[in-house]
């Protein structure tokens, strides 16, 4: 099909549209011009027998994308070397749901959607093959990309059927495979985006270049909510390549009304030949700035309020039994502290976006390495003045995301900056400007209590929250609370008869804030992890064991840290020097936990030399993939735990680079081992899992090999 009607478009079952296939470039996509075969939205199979499938989910080196490719073809009886990813579609408003990647859902939130597209064309491909040799439909089956007639082991492969497949009718409710006869799922398939990105033809945001491109270089306020108060361009506009100088109105991150905004700072872009000419141009502007109230922010400020607001009460995000009875009558009390701070993303590829908005209507083609194809395309369309339809987003692979690449201010600016200018415009930023225009991952003070009765179990716990809503952006808190501030404290796993987690927002508005990899549990896994472990000290009662029994109603949790416990070799000796920490946590329904092996150097540096991680996703689609995930999930929270710190003084973020927001070095990165649990329980995400527990596990191996307690991040030097 080369068109569909809305009706058409809006007919579906369970999720799964079945009425249509998208438009796209069929001669590209399979080499040849013939009617392709494409039961659906997802996938086509052409006359050679290449089977393109469609994905609405953003490659950002996650490899969901494989992923997703695995589970329709298993279910299809695919040739996996003749499987092929198609384009993210273009016009997310003519999607079925809304497009983007974000909360490690795209693997379990697409399972059952694309095992029933692949289950669905591989029963009209065997009812064309039954049809072809006019046998009962019975004795054929699929395998490897063909139909096989048992009886006389005739074959057909799908090339060949496709043609004829197309042109039956499509079926509903069509069985699906057995799992004990999955044949891609729950292996070590290839990437299929690995090829492109050794050979260098992997097109990134950066990458992207159309005919009559400029490209744009913005000089940003360094406050937060500040303004251009003047600006000079005489000189910038002297400067050889350049071709325009455009001033960009601030764009709040809270929006209008409370709804979400976009985010972007107020400037100036220098719209030029190369990306050189329009950053040397940008350096030649003169520009005054009206800071405006943010320019009193600092870290130490801010720090002493989230101090003061915690001898505040907060509103109740849960409570179990009568916590201040239960503490009351303890026989014994444990209080700490614990605070982290403000964190930014450090994405690999800075931001930047392509965008053409053609004059008088005529359209706008945005080409972005987004997470959010839904969000990007709506805010282009307001400031193009389009209807969505009219508004095309290419998506192109990310040099990263971490949630980062879910907000769409880079993509407001190429548009307007476009418009502005009546050409194509790629907007790129430096290190610095990613590193000091982000969406930062909330800082956050937090006080705890715990009772323990005389056998050393914990009978009480109280955990306050005060921290800097994300939520906000959408519009006022439901009931003055945010869920991403308190995810995996609220939710403590284990088995504390009276429990008290309640939270307390202290606003600063000017600070965007954003998701970052694993949210909430990225805080609270260390905060609530570390404390357990104090807890487990005061008791006099192993870490470990004491887990164990707070999760003995949990087999999934129970199973799983036993699992971490015996790989790691737990209550064996260590090398001298070294001190062994546990952690857990839930990123639901998937469960992780880890233990490290840690050692203090005589000048305090941290040396993590063992990571051990245990995890339970339910049913495993790429085993390898997986853990790489759980990999790159470590050496992400334990860059963070290790270094990640963003301060801010006079409104403005002090960090620039990657010198003052430093990454952990390849020589510093420990052995991991990761070990999934063979598992039938919920599927569940695996992006996010494994960042919550290394702070903790490295910090509470740094207390058992010094006697050293963290309570706040980044971890630094420890002074013994």
Known sequence: MTSITRREFVESTTGLVIAFALPWRAEAASGTSATPFAPNAWLRIGTDGIVTLTVDKSEMGQGSQTGLAQILADELEADWSKVRLGPVPENPAGWSRRMSTGGSTAIHGSWDLLRKAGATAREMLITAAAGVWDVDRPSCRAEQGAVIHAPTKRRLSYGKLAARAATLPVPQDVPLKDPKDFRLIGTRAARLDTPAKVDGSAIYGIDVTVPGLLVASIERCPVFGGTVRRYDAAKAKGMPGVRAVVELEPSPWTGKDGTWGVGCAAGVAVVADTYWHAFQGRKALEIEWNEGEAASLGSDGIRAELVRLADQPGVEAKKVGDPAAALAGAAQRVEAVYEVPFLHHATMEPMTCTAHVRAEGGGCDVWAPTQNQTRAQEVAAELAGLPKEKVRIHTTFLGGGFGRRLESD???????????????????????????????????????????????MPVAWTHRVVGTPIRLKFGPLPKGLDGSLVDGAEDLPYAIPNLLVDQVAADFLPIPRGFWRSVGISHNAFVTESFLDEVATAAKRDPYELRRALLKDKPRHLRTLELVAEKAGWGTPLPAGRGRGIAFAEWQPTVCAQVAEVSVGADGAVHVHRVVCAVDCGPAVNVGQIEAQIQGGIVYGLTAALYGEITIEGGRVKQGNFTDYPMMHINEMPVVEVHVVPSTEKQGGIGEPSVGPIAPAVCNAIFAGTGKRIRKLPIGRVVV
Do not use: M
């Open 410 to 456: 880079f993509v407001s600016e190429a548009v307007r900056v476009s418009k502005a200018v009546g050409a194509p415009v790629k907007v790129i930023w430096t290190r610095e400007d990613d590193t000091q225009h982000g969406f930062y991952r909330p800082a956050s003070y937090n006080r705890f209590a715990a009772g323990l009765d005389a056998a050393g």
